[in-house]
């Protein structure tokens, strides 16, 4: 059974860049049968979808937030992960990575979250 | 961006109620529509994809329905289990964009 682990520093100073990396154990990471994604959601507030990868390296992003984001890949580790630039204190959030999975129906791929990781907390402070 | 609206936040009920979430796009589209059950602490859970696609092993009091622009969840019979948040979601274009949650509290 596939399951995902955020990992990263829980602080994060102000302007600097915050780094999360997500493992991916117990599937096929590179099959091509998935893409990969972030997702954050603030105290008290709702989820914010940032980004997403597939194994080839291509990537779609939040455009409020694709300035200041890169998500990367590395198949040999079986990982992605998250780089978000310049932060400030509304970037402190639970970060959670996700398997995104698609149906094929009457020629249309319909996209959907299938597995998440447990999350992570990160806070941006001085 | 497609804003996903739902209703109501919040909602009171006891043990073998039927529930039902609306969720309402800002734009029409077809299947593009999950949903997911959170609970705090725990990672996020999809119940229904493809708008009324059954997760596996999600039982089968949840159910999805819907198109275009409205959209429902509903769980038959409420368990002590099924007190949490419930989320829907659009992947019909990007950025993929959330419900501002639906939080099931016991009555």
């Known amino acids: 059974q596939v399951q995902l682990q955020e990992s990263g520093p829980g602080l994060v100073e102000p302007s600097q860049t915050l780094s999360l990396t997500c493992t991916v154990s117990?599937?096929?990471?590179?099959?091509?049968?998935?893409?990969w994604s972030w997702i954050r959601q603030p105290a008290g507030k709702g989820l914010e979808w940032i980004g997403r990868i597939y194994t080839s390296g291509s990537t779609n992003y939040n455009p409020s937030l694709e300035s200041r984001v890169t998500i990367s890949v590395d198949t040999s580790k079986n990982q992605f992960s998250l780089k978000l630039s310049s932060v400030t204190a509304a970037d402190t959030a639970v970060y959670y990575c996700a398997r995104v999975a698609w149906l094929r129906l009457e020629g249309y791929y319909y996209y959907y979250m299938d597995v998440w990781g447990e999350g992570t907390t990160v806070s941006v402070s001085s | 961006d497609i804003q996903m609206t739902q209703s109501p936040s919040s909602v009171s009920a006891s043990v073998g109620d039927r529930v039902t979430i609306t969720c309402r796009a800002s734009q029409g589209f077809s299947r593009w529509l999950a949903w997911y059950q959170h609970k705090p602490g725990k990672a996020p859970k999809l119940l229904i994809y493809a708008a009324s696609r059954l997760q596996s092993g999600v039982p089968s009091r949840f159910s999805g329905s819907g198109s275009g622009t409205d959209f429902t969840l509903t769980i038959s019979s409420l368990q002590p289990e099924d007190f949490a948040t419930y989320y829907c979601?659009?992947?019909?274009?990007?950025?993929?964009?959330f419900g501002q949650g639906t939080k099931l509290e016991i009555k």
């Open positions: 979601q659009q992947a019909h274009s990007f950025p993929y964009t």
């Open positions: 117990g599937g096929s990471f590179s099959s091509g049968s998935y893409y």
